[in-house]
């Protein structure tokens, strides 16, 4: 072997022994109901992000074929050359009337929307503060931004407020934040948030990944179910979880969306989104402000869910979504756990560090409108039951 790759192998078995590795799970099937199969074994599908049931449904197939055979399948060119389609403005469009903001714009994937946004908006001179659990790509959106940024602890209103006084100085300052976290399935304090960056004339940015479409009246996340969409300043959401395609976008003012369109070197450097994905996007938008009854069908399941896994002694930590997270701690146990469900038809996947701090290791399920009450009543059982094997929760 190379030397090249026995530095690599080494490296990779370093990561085995701490229970780090990671592998590649191929699916076989994609099957109605919320399932997967695997291995030749079906399961149900505890860990998408598909929390409508959307990524499968004709509609959505439908309007994808659709765009294709009008546009093609390739967008041919960067926005700012000619890349933007009528369906990316019809599209954008949609989303501004959707999320009740003056304007949007599209970005090609959530993790492209944030590590495009952040550096558009602050530079040297300026203050970014974010929750410590934010997703990566808020974290590698910072690092590419030349403004100094700091973690503050999760959701403490606090010692935030601490950071805001001791940088009444800088030029701009922005706090980031989850509305819905990612591994623990909590919210933030967004009322509070809201009324610190007016106090200390900061601005807001959330990230409604897995918010949008679950949460308010309408499916246009946390912020429109607490009232504040006119109160956030950037209002960042993907249609890659419930809205079941892909892609992403931030809606807000008028000159925000001109700055991005300047600035935001993601959204400047890369090709448009593809015209399927476009068709797939309006169908999805459209299907989640007509069908409400999915959202709440959704979070009924999950409260019911959480309730069982509670029950059955297992620590659920604070989640108060369709983000359940059982806590383990050790990485091998994790793992341990995830085969066993797995062997009894169930999908879920380990999340161990760096995902989660180090001790953090935990099953991560994740519920959708697709699947059937009757099944999660009894996935919750077996999960009970097998986490009770497993010493899980125990004290
Ligand atoms: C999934 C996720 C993203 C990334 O979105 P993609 O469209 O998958 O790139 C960004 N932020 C949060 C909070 C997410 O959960």
């Known amino acids: ?45 505890l860990s998408a992000n598909d929390y409508l ?67 558009a908006l602050v530079d040297r001179g300026d203050v970014i503060f974010s929750d410590k659990l934010n997703h990566a790509s808020i974290i590698d959106g910072m690092r590419l931004a030349a403004a100094a940024f700091y973690r503050y602890p999760h959701r403490d209103l606090n010692r935030l407020e601490d950071l805001l006084r001791q940088h009444r100085q800088a030029r701009r300052r922005l706090i980031v934040t989850d509305s819905v976290f990612s591994v623990d399935g909590d919210l933030a304090p967004l009322r509070d948030l809201v009324a610190l960056k007016e106090r200390y004339g900061a601005w807001l940015m959330i990230d409604e990944a897995h918010g949008t479409g679950v949460f308010g009246a309408k499916g246009a996340g946390v912020a429109e179910a607490q009232g504040l969409c006119e109160a956030i300043e950037v209002q960042m959401g993907t249609f890659s979880k419930a809205l079941g395609s892909f892609g992403a976008y931030v809606a807000g003012s008028a000159p925000l969306i001109e700055v991005f369109h300047n600035r935001a070197r993601s959204f400047i450097y890369s090709t448009a989104l593809p015209p399927p994905v476009l068709g797939a996007m309006r169908a999805g938008l459209e299907i989640v402000q007509q069908e409400p009854a999915r959202r709440r069908y959704l979070l009924d399941q999950a409260s019911l869910f959480r309730q069982r896994l509670q029950e059955g002694g297992l620590p659920t930590l604070t989640s108060e979504s369709q983000i359940i997270p059982v806590l383990v701690g050790d990485n091998a146990r ?62």
């Open 1 to 45: 072997m190379s030397s090249f790759d026995a530095i690599l192998t080494q490296e990779l078995a370093d990561l085995e022994a701490r229970h780090l590795r990671r592998r590649l799970q191929g699916v076989e099937a994609v099957l109605p109901g919320g399932k997967i199969r695997v291995d030749g074994q079906i399961l149900l599908n």
């Open 334 to 395: 994790a793992l341990a756990y995830a085969a066993a469900l797995r062997q009894r038809g169930l999908m879920a996947v380990a999340i161990r560090p760096p995902t989660v701090p180090p001790g953090g290791a935990r099953l991560r399920f994740s519920l959708s409108a697709a699947h059937e009450a009757e099944e999660l009543a009894q996935a919750a059982q077996t999960i009970v039951q097998v986490g009770q094997e497993l010493g899980v929760g125990a004290r």
């Open 53 to 119: 049931g959307l990524a499968t449904e004709p509609r959505l197939i439908g309007a994808a074929q659709e765009a294709a055979a009008r546009w093609g399948v390739g967008s041919t060119a960067s926005r700012l050359i000619v890349g933007t389609l009528a369906l990316h403005q019809e599209v954008e469009e949609a989303v501004a009337a959707f999320k009740g903001t003056a304007r949007a714009v599209l970005f090609n994937s959530g993790y492209a929307a944030n590590v495009g946004v952040i550096a």
